[in-house]
């Protein structure tokens, strides 16, 4: 970690915090802070973390924002992002050679994979100089940070995972949050579709205890590698040597049979029974709301060991934009080539950040025959963590750039007919809290390949519509209008909810003149006028088997909060927010340089 902070301090990407800080909410809320500046802000270490409610300071260093830029991002790797997704497509198009002239040419791309693969050495690591095993083990000896009010506790936000199957034969390499319980004991948030829950389903059925090693810190790579959606069985290190055209150099854990790098800052090492379960959470995620407590495995640590002089690696999570939209840029650019080797016309695909990813997906292909587009649905609905996404809009080769907004919406709204979707049924990500049930909701797919030639409205001014829809919905207490140079203008509706909107739909076809695609919001929490967290809070609280209103002309969306009046049964979760009282103090110190037009925008 030495190294990279050094990297990021001669390209002036370092903002030092010599401030004493409470690992509580005021380190976290400065962090969540400085990724929403135009362009991610800095990396920020600080010096003098401390823990005031335990009158504790602490020697080691918190670096956050590590990755919260495109600049950054690219420095980590090493090199140019998209050089590396060139060489993995070059490698899946690998053709056996047909002469002595390719067979030699063929030879350096093989000599280039010699350092992929990682290499175990015999000797302890720099990882640990510093060991303390059994009792001498203490969580609270290391900065963990609170990140909101309402979590459960602290948590481990930037662990490298590693674990094994029960047999060794499979390693993985995964990030997943860690509740600190206590001084020797966190709570693994492995979600039910990860491999490391499969990992421990086969402990459990075995009556074993599972190893686990947590490492964090090191080069940042590694960091990078844990989130990476590698096929399960696939050793994630992997990407490491394949990025960084070097061996990744690994240590045996103390007390675990797990390898983990040998020059990473801490190692957290221990045992998880799978008889133990503890309730995890809350915990403010990044899907901008709390994921709400439930029961997780326990494990119990064995051992931590470190560097002499460690760095504490973390990262915060809440309402877009985070670090992980740069992190999830460099996945979405490197793993495009295999994602196309199920979908072979797949152009590219784009994962807009405040659509908190699994909630949306564009995606570019060359339509070969009616109904490709949505075998293209099905096809990214059984591919790994694409499985998660709730809502994919597919758009033929003359589409405009997916990162261009503006040209593409309206391309897509200048060819929309309601028959354009298709709503779909299977399994959600365990941080979806808007599906009628855990684990399984609506999917939604829109054709946009398809050039039709909708019919445009009767173009009227927002106040005039507000009186129109006054009179049929009561409910309606504000109205804007979104796009209306184009065929299907979106309109925007805040209401104070009294009865399920599934009532309130059926009403808008006496003003179908008028209407085309409609959406409702809450009034409470909403600003219509603010579409980029428009489109982060209806993405987040839409089903689409439950939400969606469809007729010849009219589609409308369902982007509200679910109660009993709608029959949702599930808890809905709070937003993620700020502690106003800690902003102020960190303005009081002259630390927090957020514009108020962005704490507006971003609504912190």
């Not at 948590?155 to 029960?166: A, E, H, K, N, W």
Request: net charge negative; charged share 25%; proline share 6%.
């Amino acid at each position: 970690m030495k190294k990279t902070l050094d990297l990021l301090r001669t390209n002036n990407e370092l903002r030092v915090i010599d401030t004493p800080l409470d690992i509580y909410l005021e380190i976290p809320h400065l962090a969540y802070a400085e990724v929403k500046k135009p362009d991610g802000g800095k990396a920020l270490l600080f010096t003098h973390p401390l823990d005031k409610s335990r009158g504790k300071t602490y020697d080691t260093p918190v670096v956050m924002n590590l990755f919260g830029s495109y600049k950054r991002t690219e420095l980590l790797f090493g090199r140019d992002v998209e050089g590396v997704a060139t060489e993995i497509e070059t490698l899946l198009h690998m053709k056996p050679p047909q002469n002595f002239k390719e067979k030699i040419g063929m030879l350096g791309d093989l000599f280039a994979m010699k350092d992929i693969f990682p290499k175990k050495l015999k000797r302890r690591g720099s990882c640990q100089e510093i060991i303390q095993e059994g009792d001498a083990v203490n969580l609270y000896d290391l900065p963990v940070l609170t990140t909101w009010e309402e979590d459960g506790g602290p948590f481990i936000t930037m662990g490298q995972v590693y674990t094994q199957s029960l047999e060794g034969g499979l390693v993985n390499l995964g990030m997943y949050r860690l509740q600190l319980y206590d001084n020797n004991h966190l709570g693994m948030h492995w979600q039910i579709h990860k491999d490391a829950s499969h990992f421990f389903d086969q402990y459990q059925r075995a009556g074993k205890k599972m190893p686990v090693s947590i490492a964090i810190g090191g080069d940042a790579l590694y960091t990078w590698c844990a989130t990476a959606p590698l096929p399960y069985g696939v050793n994630e290190l992997l990407l490491y040597g394949l990025v960084k055209k070097e061996s990744l150099k690994l240590v045996q854990s103390i007390t675990t049979p797990l390898y983990i790098p040998e020059d990473v800052d801490f190692v957290i090492e221990g045992w998880v029974d799978p008889e133990k379960l503890a309730l995890e959470g809350p915990f403010g995620d990044h899907t901008g709301y709390y994921t709400l407590a439930e029961h997780y495995p326990v494990m119990e640590v064995s051992a931590i060991t470190s560097r002499k002089k460690p760095y504490f690696l973390a990262t915060v999570v809440g309402k877009p934009p985070l670090e992980d939209k740069y992190m999830g840029w460099a996945t979405e650019r490197i793993f495009l080539p295999l994602l196309k080797t199920n979908a072979a016309d797949l152009i590219d695909y784009h994962m807009p950040e405040n659509g908190v990813f699994h909630n949306l997906i564009l995606a570019k292909m060359k339509p070969l025959y009616k109904g490709h587009a949505k075998q293209f649905m099905h096809i990214f609905w059984g591919s790994g963590q694409m499985s998660f996404v709730k809502h994919a809009l597919f758009f033929g080769e003359d589409a405009p750039k997916l990162t261009n907004y503006e040209a593409l919406v309206t391309y897509a709204l200048n060819r929309f007919l309601p028959k354009s979707l298709f709503i779909s049924e299977g399994i959600t990500d365990a941080l979806d809290h808007s599906s009628p049930e855990n684990l399984i909701g609506g999917k939604l797919g829109i054709d946009l390949t398809a050039s039709h030639s909708p019919k445009a409205p009767v173009s009227i001014q927002s106040s005039e519509l507000f009186e129109k829809l006054s009179h049929i919905i009561p409910e309606v207490r504000e109205v804007t209008q979104y796009m209306r140079h184009t065929a299907n203008p979106i309109t925007v509706i805040s209401v104070r909810k009294t009865r399920p909107l599934k009532e309130c739909f059926p009403l808008l076809e006496s003003l179908n003149e008028f209407l085309r695609i409609v959406i409702i919001v809450d009034e409470e929490k909403n600003d219509i006028h603010n579409p980029y967290m428009l489109i982060w809070r209806v993405t987040n609280n839409m089903d689409a088997l439950r939400d969606i209103y469809r007729s010849e002309s009219i589609v409308g969306i369902d982007g509200t909060r679910k109660t009993c009046l709608d029959g949702f049964e599930r808890e809905w979760p709070g937003d993620v927010e700020c502690t106003a009282a800690v902003v102020e103090r960190l303005k009081e110190l002259s630390l927090w340089d957020l514009e108020p037009k962005l704490e507006k925008k971003y609504q912190l």
